[in-house]
T-cell receptor, first 119, second 115 residues
Framework: AQKITQTQPGMFVQEKEAVTLDCTYD???????LFWYKQPSSGEMIFLIY??????QNATEGRYSLNFQKARKSANLVISASQLGDSAMYFC????????????????FGQGTILTVHP | NAGVTQTPKFRILKIGQSMTLQCAQD?????MYWYRQDPGMGLKLIYY???????DKGEVPNGYNVSRSTTEDFPLRLELAAPSQTSVYFC??????????????FGDGTRLSIL
């Protein structure tokens, strides 16, 4: 069974600084995908970034990047130049990939990290 | 640009009552999902569907039922509401793709309280 662990219940960062949110995972699959979502206080789930297990380069999307270390089974989210609007809950999630090459895209979520950006 | 629409946004139920949470998507996505999020926790999969007429259980299906008669709609039914079902419910959808790197698109959630 897949498992996602986010060990930081809460993180604080000063505006304009960079912050790293940790995510480790456990899976026996060779092929898998890792997603990061942002959940502001308003409650919606916003997709940020995706990393495939066979991707050779770390994913980047604007101020978001993934520090993907496959051997250590970690996929940490790095937010550069933090903004007040980055204050939110952040979830790491893993996509299941079934034997035989099929995937129904089901996601297993971590418990989340609450990020607070201070002015 | 509707995306995934969930109704209602809020609901209070009494123990033992039943209700249906509605979910509709206008993106012609094959895959749809129902998750619940308990306070301070991550999302857990209740049920999912890979197309009209096809549904399957997720991690926490007990106390819930689903149906998928059309591509667009994926309602979630609570038959006998229990306090343990107090949660925020999210519906999501995703297009089919062989690489499965497409993200799920989420609705805004339904906040349900069972008293």
């Amino acid at each position: 069974a897949q498992k996602i662990t986010q060990t930081q219940p809460g993180m604080f960062v000063q505006e304009k600084e960079a912050v790293t949110l940790d995510c480790t995972y456990d899976t026996s699959d060779q092929s898998y995908g890792l997603f990061w979502y942002k959940q502001p206080s308003s409650g919606e789930m916003i997709f940020l970034i995706y990393q495939g297990s066979y991707d050779e380069q770390n994913a980047t999307e604007g101020r978001y990047s993934l520090n993907f270390q496959k051997a250590r089974k970690s996929a940490n989210l790095v937010i550069s130049a933090s903004q007040l609007g980055d204050s939110a809950m952040y979830f790491c999630a893993m996509r299941e990939f079934l034997a035989g090459g099929t995937s129904y895209g089901k996601l297993t979520f971590g418990q989340g990290t609450i990020l607070t950006v201070h002015p | 640009n509707a995306g995934v629409t969930q109704t209602p946004k809020f609901r209070i139920l009494k123990i033992g009552q039943s209700m249906t949470l509605q979910c509709a998507q206008d993106m012609n996505h094959n895959y749809m999902y129902w998750y619940r999020q308990d306070p301070g926790m991550g999302l857990k999969l209740i049920y999912y569907s890979v197309g009209a007429g096809i549904t399957d259980k997720g991690e926490v299906p007990n106390g819930y039922n689903v149906s998928r008669s059309t591509t667009e709609d994926f309602p979630l039914r609570l038959e006998l509401a229990a306090p343990s079902q107090t949660s925020v419910y999210f519906c999501a959808s995703r297009p089919y793709d062989s690489q499965s790197n497409q993200p799920q698109h989420f609705g805004d959630g339904t906040r349900l309280s069972i008293l």
